[in-house]
């Protein structure tokens, strides 16, 4: 081989080492606004049948309001209470109400320290398999638990859609 020959193979293989990793897209999926809309308004919906004035709030995979309803009737309270639970449920992948628990076991945690966090029952996670992709919190129902109720239906008019 010529030294011209040796010079091509050398920079070849310098190209090769320096060529950079294969860099792979995160592949995921996230909330339609649609999806968000109809959550939003079959948990309102719910709620108002019982008789429960209630706002709701749907956040996505980062904690971002996608939808936000406030619900004829409802105190003005009701729509920063249904996003921070909205929120704490989406940050710490659980029912915001298991919060308490989890603060009484754990006090050093700090979680009550963060902003837009609440322990009050009424929101839950919105998940495809075990990824949590977003979340949903109501509030204005004479109850967490009612609250809850409301969510859990929004949820499951499109649980069919979260595969």
């Known amino acids: 081989m010529s030294v011209a020959s040796y010079r091509l193979a050398a920079i070849g293989l310098a190209c090769a080492l320096v060529t950079p990793a294969s860099a792979q897209l995160l ?17 309102i919906a719910t709620c108002t049948a019982n008789g429960y004035r209630v706002s709701a709030t749907v956040v996505g995979r980062n904690g971002e309001v996608l939808v936000q309803i406030r619900g004829d009737g409802t105190g003005p309270h009701t729509m920063e209470n249904s996003f921070k ?3 704490t449920a989406r940050t710490f992948r659980i029912p915001s109400g298991e919060m308490e628990e989890r603060l009484k076991k754990n006090p050093q945690m700090g979680a009550q320290y963060l902003t ?16 949590v992709i977003g979340a949903v919190g109501v509030s204005g129902a004479p109850g967490g638990d009612k609250d ?16």
Do not use: H
Request: net charge neutral; charged share 25%; hydrophobic share 50%.
């Open 27 to 43: 592949a995921r999926k996230d909330l339609s606004a649609a999806m968000a809309l109809t959550i939003a308004e079959t948990a």
């Open 85 to 87: 639970k909205a929120y």
């Open 116 to 131: 837009g966090f609440t322990t009050a029952r009424g929101a839950l996670p919105i998940m495809i398999g075990e990824e």
């Open 148 to 163: 809850e109720a409301c969510v859990k239906a929004g949820i499951e008019k499109v649980a069919d859609q979260l595969k």
